[in-house]
Nanobody, 124 residues
Framework: QVQLVESGGGLVQAGGSLRLSCATSGRTFSRPTMGWFRQAPGKEREFVAGLSWSGSNIYYSDSVKGRFTISRDGAKNTVYLQMNSLKPEDTAVYYC?????????????????WGPGTQVTVSS
């Protein structure tokens, strides 16, 4: 019922920027936590950034803090991830996800809905 679709991925040189978008629709919950995760080949999916939709609480992983910014446009039902100062190690498939957990969580297993992902490749 809840659909998430990411866009904005692509190729960028180290030090460059990208903005990912997550279009959401069909939500049946009122206060989802929205998260961005990423997964590189051979690695576990990891939390990147999260936003409490109605509470405006924002969280970042240590690896992206200061470089990435999560935000939302409630009118468009869209969540964004602005990625600056990109590094080759940021290369991954980036996923948008939504959680109905009461408390914020960075655990993959606590997120109920996922987009198909968008590839971000940062050249070295």
């Amino acid at each position: 019922q809840v659909q998430l679709v990411e866009s904005g991925g692509g190729l960028v040189q180290a030090g460059g920027s990208l903005r990912l978008s997550c279009a959401t629709s069909g939500r049946t919950f009122s206060r989802p936590t929205m998260g961005w995760f990423r997964q590189a080949p051979g690695k576990e999916r990891e939390f990147v950034a999260g936003l409490s939709w109605s509470g405006s609480n924002i969280y970042y992983s240590d690896s992206v803090k200061g470089r990435f910014t999560i935000s939302r446009d409630g009118a468009k039902n869209t969540v964004y991830l602005q990625m600056n100062s990109l590094k080759p190690e940021d290369t991954a498939v980036y996923y948008c996800a939504a959680s109905t957990a009461v408390l914020f969580t960075s655990q993959v297993g606590r997120y109920d809905y996922w987009g198909p992902g968008t590839q971000v490749t940062v050249s070295s």
